[in-house]
């Protein structure tokens, strides 16, 4: 073979590689263009979906807004509503006493205590809607804790005496000024010894402490009572939650807002509220911590 022929073998196959080489870059750089076109048309699929899906949930918010809305106007004008009628009630029964023979009086005794009843859930009932729609108003002022303490304490002796239920009070050595709205939280503590009251069974104990600790109150409120199961205890706070373990006669008096209206009075002092308990027929410990100062 000469030299002329080798050249142009050697040229041939230059070129032929050449245009291989050219072919190679121009079929990668179609299927990069085809790989960039598919994941740009499913980009666009998984937007419009993940657009539909944000839709759909902002509908969802709005829906469930405009339905607690009229759950919380429904709940506000039914307190509202019921409140004439109790206080016609109370009356007439108050009249009914100046002439009654003395062996109907515990009818009336029956009267007067589902009139009360029904006028606690009134109440529990226009609490929550004033929390829902931020309506509380808070009345502060400067006043002895130590004797709110002993007032609610002494309220409720007569309960645990006929429950025979030992009730005691542990006081602080000293006396404990605090700036606070005294009838809300009057109302927090009236909660929480009624409760450990009408969950403790006769021969049980109830215990009610507080001190103060860094310019704050913390009041505990024991009993050996029913309990709180895990599950229970985070969601006791809730509106309208209710143990499952809790017997019907005891479900009957209340809707269930009375913690969670508790949480809401100590959340707006700046305070903090909770629960402790080993479990069912443990007993439980609930706790108050105040700010001394508002």
């Keep these: 073979m000469?030299?002329?022929t080798a050249i142009t073998l050697i040229l041939a196959l230059f070129f032929f590689f050449l245009a291989c080489f050219l072919t190679y870059l121009l079929i990668r750089k179609q299927l990069a263009l085809h790989a960039?076109?598919?994941?740009?048309?499913?980009?666009?699929?998984?937007?419009?979906?993940?657009?539909?899906?944000?839709?759909?949930?902002?509908?969802?918010?709005e829906d469930l807004e405009r339905i607690n809305d009229m759950?919380?106007?429904?709940?506000s004008v039914v307190a509202h509503?019921?409140?004439?009628?109790?206080?016609?009630?109370?009356?007439?029964?108050?009249?009914?006493?100046?002439?009654?023979k003395e062996e109907d009086q515990k009818i009336l005794d029956n009267i007067d205590k589902a009139a009360c009843n029904i006028e606690k859930l009134t109440n529990d009932l226009a609490d929550v809607s004033a929390v829902e729609y931020g309506r509380i108003k808070?009345?502060?002022?400067?006043?002895?804790?130590?004797?709110?303490?002993?007032?609610?304490?002494?309220?409720?002796?007569g309960v645990a005496m006929r429950k025979d239920i030992d009730m005691h009070l542990i006081?602080?050595?000293?006396e404990i000024i605090i700036e606070a709205d005294r009838f809300r939280l009057g109302q927090v503590f009236?909660?929480?010894?009624?409760?450990?009251?009408?969950?403790?069974?006769?021969?049980?104990?109830?215990?009610?402490?507080?001190?103060?600790?860094?310019?704050?109150?913390?009041t505990l409120i024991r009993d050996d009572g029913l309990g709180i199961t895990h599950t229970d205890r985070t969601k006791i706070f809730d509106k309208f939650q209710?143990?499952?373990?809790?017997?019907?006669?005891?479900?009957?008096?209340?809707?269930?807002?009375?913690?969670?209206?508790?949480?809401?009075?100590?959340?707006?002092?700046?305070g903090v509220i909770g629960a402790d308990s080993a479990g069912r027929g443990a007993g439980s410990t609930f706790w108050v911590i105040l700010p001394v100062k508002h």
């Design 36 to 61: 960039e076109r598919v994941n740009i048309g499913d980009l666009n699929k998984r937007i419009k979906a993940l657009t539909r899906n944000l839709m759909d949930m902002v509908q969802q918010k």
């Design 138 to 157: 808070l009345n502060f002022s400067q006043f002895s804790f130590n004797d709110l303490i002993s007032e609610i304490f002494n309220q409720y002796r």
């Design 2 to 4: 000469d030299k002329y």
């Design 171 to 174: 006081d602080y050595p000293e």
């Design 242 to 270: 209710q143990s499952d373990f809790i017997e019907d006669d005891f479900k009957k008096q209340g809707w269930g807002l009375g913690l969670a209206i508790a949480d809401e009075i100590v959340t707006i002092h700046g």
């Design 81 to 100: 509503d019921l409140k004439q009628p109790l206080t016609l009630l109370n009356g007439y029964s108050s009249l009914l006493r100046e002439n009654i």
């Design 190 to 218: 009236n909660n929480l010894l009624s409760n450990a009251l009408k969950f403790t069974a006769a021969g049980g104990n109830v215990e009610i402490k507080y001190s103060l600790e860094d310019n704050m109150v913390k």
């Design 71 to 75: 759950r919380s106007k429904f709940v």
